[in-house]
């Protein structure tokens, strides 16, 4: 198993929603991590989870809340969204902690805030 | 602070023919790792290519291949023989690696195939 998948492919929730994305991978990654890309722009990085902790966090507003339960699963809570938060999120991970390797993402998730 | 530099916004490549995207770097690191990745309209990020900053060779992936220029800190990727499928957005990534793990992407060269 050679890929990093996540659900769902879209969502569409209301700014008082709160909703979940879900990442995983099999391949034995150790790192993992969560960008916001926008359209025609490069993803920026949210937060970087090395050995199931969090390493990095790119000062996130609190209403996205990652979570690593182990090393295969990566979760992005979400709550109270705002109209701005619409973007692509995509989860991907990294051999090791360091990404020497290049990362491995996923196809993203398209999110629409109402 | 590391940054990546991509000047060419949208490029465009006849079938069959040859294209180079630019891209250069800033850094104060002697060690790091440089990489292409491709994303086509299905959204993914796709790794294209990876060279090592300690090794001279340039790297290859069959039509992919870089000319890396260490010390003007260039970073070039060159597609030969070029297909429809190669229509993306490309991106220059630099990467430290290592107990910071920040991935940091340029901003990105549009890439056309034209029939």
């Known amino acids: 198993d050679t890929e990093v998948t996540q659900t769902p492919k879209h969502l569409v929730m209301g700014m008082t929603n709160k909703k979940s994305l879900k990442c995983e991978q099999h391949m034995g990654h150790r790192a993992m991590y969560w960008y916001k890309q926008k359209a025609k722009k490069p993803p920026e990085l949210m937060f970087v989870?090395?050995?199931?902790?969090?390493?990095i966090n790119e000062s996130v507003p609190s209403r996205f809340s990652p979570e690593c339960p182990n090393s295969s699963l990566l979760n992005l809570h979400l709550h109270a969204l705002q109209p701005e938060d619409s973007a692509l999120y995509l989860c991907a991970s990294s051999l090791g902690g360091t990404g020497s390797y290049g990362y491995t993402f996923g196809s993203g998730t398209r999110l629409t805030v109402v | 602070a590391q940054t990546v530099t991509q000047s060419q916004p949208e490029m465009s490549v006849q079938e069959a023919e040859t294209v180079t995207l630019s891209c250069t770097y800033d850094t104060s690191e002697s060690d790091y790792y440089l990489f292409w990745y491709k994303q086509p309209p299905s959204r993914q990020m796709i790794l294209v290519i990876r060279q090592e900053a300690y090794k001279q060779q340039n790297a290859t992936e069959n039509r992919f291949s870089v000319n890396f220029q260490k010390a003007a800190k260039s970073f070039s990727l060159k597609i030969s023989d070029s297909q429809l499928g190669d229509a993306a957005m490309y991106f220059c990534a630099y990467n430290y690696g290592g107990a910071t793990n920040k991935l940091i992407f340029g901003t990105g060269t549009l890439l056309a195939v034209q029939p």
């Open positions: 989870y090395s050995y199931e902790k969090l390493s």
